[in-house]
């Protein structure tokens, strides 16, 4: 798209407040409208297909569908989106896994205004945007030569689940947050003990915070 184009943004986030407050920063911006909006992960791919959107603004822990498998069906369904991630997770838990499965960037919701107006106007230009911090830790990534550690071989749920359980919340909390039933949970969490080989939750944690994945 030309640089005087308008850009057509779609936001999906199950929280009110935060597309709100999205929609009021997108309105002091001239050259961006809002084009759509979901507030889950189901109604984002459906309604999208009719936004005739540019960027699509999404939340990586949406209600109903992890935010990375609505990524990839968008995707899939319009690989000329730009898909930019915004998350209240610290960028290198999720971002490397967001990219990979086709994001333009990340952002998380503390950024500032004048960032997220930034990203949504490089990612519609068909460039990746990421923050100075989250370039530093794609360097150090691209440069290990190692095996992948443990947590690399989950699933996007799995990770997801993994993160959950670390930061102290239990598997009724994560069913009830994630929409999902607390008999899917607690399978997310079998696979990913027996994957990385550990045995309970304290061993999980010890794990997630030795790798830095929590803080």
């Known amino acids: 798209m030309t640089a005087k184009a308008t850009i057509r943004v779609f936001i999906a986030d199950d929280h009110?407040?935060?597309?709100?407050?999205?929609?009021?920063?997108?309105?002091?911006?001239?050259?961006?409208?809002?084009?759509?909006?979901?507030?889950?992960?189901?109604?984002?791919?459906?309604?999208?297909?009719?936004?005739?959107?540019?960027?699509?603004?999404?939340?990586?822990?949406?209600?109903?569908?992890?935010?990375?498998?609505?990524?990839?069906?968008?995707?899939?369904?319009?690989?000329?989106?730009?898909?930019?991630?915004?998350?209240?997770?610290r960028e290198d838990q999720y971002a490397i896994r967001s990219l990979k499965a086709g994001a333009a960037g990340y952002l998380t919701k503390q950024s500032a205004p004048r960032e997220l107006v930034t990203a949504i106007r490089q990612v519609a230009a068909g460039q990746k945007y990421v923050s100075a911090a989250l370039a530093q830790e794609l360097a150090a990534h691209i440069g290990e030569d190692r095996d992948a550690a443990p947590h690399d071989t989950l699933s996007d749920r799995e990770y997801q689940t993994l993160i959950m359980i670390a930061s102290g919340k239990t598997v009724g909390d994560i069913a009830e947050e994630l929409s999902l039933s607390v008999k899917t949970i607690s399978e997310y969490r079998a696979r990913l003990l027996v994957k990385m080989k550990l045995r309970n939750n304290s061993e999980l944690t010890h794990y997630a915070i030795k790798n830095q994945l929590i803080e």
């Open 16 to 89: 009110a407040i935060v597309r709100e407050g999205l929609k009021q920063i997108l309105a002091e911006s001239r050259d961006m409208i809002v084009a759509g909006e979901a507030d889950n992960g189901l109604d984002a791919i459906r309604l999208f297909r009719s936004a005739e959107c540019h960027v699509m603004l999404l939340d990586i822990s949406m209600p109903d569908r992890n935010g990375i498998d609505v990524l990839k069906q968008v995707r899939k369904e319009n690989p000329d989106i730009a898909v930019l991630m915004l998350s209240m997770h």
